[in-house]
């Protein structure tokens, strides 16, 4: 079946625009999860949806970032006045529960001039 | 607090040439996860296995194995007869056991693999 798709692929956006990133899961998978990749910091985990149920947004790295997730399947990431940092490589990933194996898109590189 | 450590940051090897990705990691959970993946050039995170903190059993398929050790809190990768198209970034990961947690994964920072001709 599909995997975990994400668009835009690339996004090239000016510093102090907003950007939109999105996830489409795995058909079925309940768990929806964002990451961030970038050189200095690694890969790291953003915000996590459970199905219908409260995000945990304890992984977003200022307020500028937030993530919505519709009818419990597609999701999401806006972050709002971009900044140079912001720059990476954003990553979904989806699962069948909360504890299950993620499967990942191939991510969105972001480039923030 | 839960860490992963991969403490080869680059290696390099001949193709053929049999080869051990380290990965140590630290949780003060009783259950948890630990994961391979594979990030190849083309940037997508590949799964490759999962354990449990129950199964210490070591696992092989095909040319890959993972050696698990809960007393040394190891869980290396090794490839067997490497081949070019091996060469890639792999990540060692863990995640809590429990329903009800996150389960977000914690990575290692990756060991850039690059088998040569």
């Known amino acids: 079946g599909a995997g975990v798709s994400q668009s835009p692929s690339n996004k090239v956006t000016e510093k102090g625009k907003d950007v939109e990133l999105r996830c489409d899961p795995i058909?079925?998978?309940?768990?929806l999860y964002w990451y961030r990749q970038s050189l200095g910091q690694g890969l790291e985990f953003l915000i996590y949806f459970q199905g219908n149920s409260a995000p945990d947004k304890s992984g977003l790295p200022s307020d500028r970032f937030s993530a919505e997730r519709t009818g419990g399947s597609v999701s999401t990431l806006t972050i709002q006045r971009t900044q140079q940092e912001d720059s990476a490589v954003y990553l979904c990933?989806?699962?069948?529960?909360?504890?299950?194996?993620?499967?990942f898109g191939p991510g969105t590189r972001l480039l923030v001039l | 607090a839960q860490k992963v450590t991969q403490a080869q940051t680059e290696i390099s090897v001949v193709e053929k040439e049999d080869v051990t990705l380290d990965c140590v990691y630290e949780t003060r959970d009783t259950t948890y996860y630990l994961f391979w993946y594979k990030q190849p050039p083309s940037g997508e995170l590949v799964f490759l296995i999962r354990?449990?903190?129950?199964?210490?059993q070591n696992e092989i398929s095909g040319r890959y194995s993972w050696n698990f050790q809960k007393s040394t809190s190891s869980f290396n990768f090794t490839i067997t007869a490497s081949q070019v198209v091996d060469s890639a970034v792999y990540f060692c990961a863990l995640s809590e056991f429990r329903l009800g947690s996150q389960g977000n994964l914690i990575f290692g920072k990756g060991t850039k693999l690059s088998v040569k001709p």
């Open positions: 058909s079925g998978h309940t768990a």
């Open positions: 354990r449990n903190s129950f199964d210490e």
């Open positions: 990933a989806s699962s069948l529960l909360g504890i299950g194996t993620q499967y």
